[in-house]
């Protein structure tokens, strides 16, 4: 299963939501896409988003990274609890909070654990996307970061998939029977009646 696809949707959803709604909309948080006129694109953002977390978690169990497997889960689950509690609702507001705090550290124990050249950078990019949106408002700052974080999720399964397609095998496994040299072979030879 690919993240392009869900991940193009949904910055398809975003373009379209910024286009219809303007400078308002682009102010807000993606949650309150789902409060007004636009509200199908809000809500088919949020499906789009759940599909990527599915899709990097069946990426992950197929490279049999299971411990990051369940990260994406739970990271998924949290966002379905975002999806479902209406905007300003103190549980909404904690766990959207709490998913970009996972996944803005999740990212950065990743480049830690690899010794990548991009930790400064990944540690920077909350920093850098108030500069680029002069401060400009929260909702800019999240969609920013949520799409950041859709990105590396793409670059995250790309990695796993080209550097490793013999270790993505399929999820069905195969039963192989070895045949050694041994008494207990030379025994059932004996037994059929061929020599050794």
């Given amino acids: 299963m690919t993240l392009k696809i869900p ?4 910055l398809l959803c975003l373009a379209l939501a910024h286009a219809e709604g303007g400078a308002l909309v682009a102010s807000q948080p993606l949650s309150m896409l789902r409060d007004g ?5 809000g809500y088919l953002a949020f499906t789009c988003l759940l599909v990527v977390g599915l899709a990097q978690a069946y990426t992950l169990a197929r ?3 299971l411990v990051e497997m369940w990260f994406a889960v739970a990271a998924t689950a949290l ?26 550290a999740y990212y950065a124990c990743l480049l830690l654990l690899v010794e990548g050249r991009w930790l400064a950078l990944h540690l920077s990019v909350p920093v850098w996307v108030l500069l680029v949106t002069n401060f400009d408002s929260f909702g800019v700052w999240q969609k920013t970061m949520i799409v950041y974080f859709v990105l590396a999720s793409n670059v995250q399964c790309h990695v796993l998939v080209s550097a490793g397609k013999r270790r993505l ?3 069905r496994r195969r039963k192989v029977f070895q045949v050694q040299d041994g008494r207990a072979w030379m025994r059932q030879k004996q037994a059929a009646g061929s020599t050794v």
């Fill in 63 to 65: 490279a049999g990274r």
């Fill in 169 to 171: 095998a399929p999820v």
């Fill in 7 to 10: 991940s193009l949707a949904f």
């Fill in 37 to 41: 006129d636009l509200a199908r694109l």
């Fill in 79 to 104: 966002l379905f609890l975002i999806a479902i509690t209406p905007t300003g609702h103190p549980i909404h507001e904690t766990a959207a909070f709490l998913l970009l705090g996972l996944l803005y």
